[in-house]
């Protein structure tokens, strides 16, 4: 009985390289697909765009190029959310664009909070009797000696002033932990300042 050679076996066409010349469509379907090819077309395609949106808005170019880096982050991660239905790939890119410069004025905007805090705090411990700046010297380096769990949970709720369930929030810790956290880091911070280690024990 005569052999004959089988078939090949059908496989899929292979993918071509996205290209700068592919239409948005077919990157749009390459980047949710994973193609780092199609991430790089539309890398080249609409960087000078998120970079001059974010310049404007900015008004920094290191920042600018920063937000630039963090949208393409974003496109990367985000790919499988994209829903053509809904609009464009470049106007999703834009929507990016826009969080990201809002999250890096809300970062400038706290940057500056916390210069105008610590230089008020400054003032006021400059002025204030010698008692209260050693208590505050003292309930600072007691901070910094516990473990970061409770440091985190006690700074959060005495210098941004959150709520236990705003902290489990902020976290994404249970609420149940964070009340744990908080009752043996006061406990603990209690205890050392009890203590009135001299401050050069510390150093």
Excluded at 49 to 55: F, S
Aim: charged share 25%; glycine share 10%; with cysteine.
């Amino acid at each position: 009985m005569t052999s004959h050679p089988s078939p090949p076996a059908t496989a899929a066409p292979p993918v071509a390289p996205a290209g700068d010349g592919c239409g948005d469509e077919e990157l749009a379907r390459g980047l949710v697909a994973g193609d780092e090819d199609c991430l790089a077309a539309v890398y080249r395609r609409w960087s000078s765009l998120v970079y001059a949106l974010a310049r404007r808005a900015l008004g920094n170019a290191g920042e600018a190029e920063d937000v630039t880096q963090q949208v393409f982050l974003g496109v990367w991660r985000g790919r499988a959310g994209y829903r053509p239905e809904r609009g464009p790939l470049g106007g999703w890119i834009v929507g990016i664009t826009r969080r990201k410069i809002f999250d890096a004025l809300a970062a400038r905007a706290r940057r500056g909070e916390l210069v105008a805090a610590a230089a008020s705090l400054s003032r006021t411990e400059t002025a204030a009797d010698p008692e209260t700046v050693l208590d505050r010297l003292l309930v600072r380096r007691e901070l910094g000696r516990l473990p970061a769990a409770q440091r985190r949970v006690l700074y959060l709720a005495f210098y941004e002033d959150l709520t236990q369930p705003q902290i489990a929030a902020r976290t994404g810790w249970p609420l149940g932990t964070v009340k744990s956290h908080a009752r043996r880091g006061l406990h603990r911070l209690r205890s050392g300042i009890e203590r009135r280690e001299p401050l050069e024990a510390a150093v």
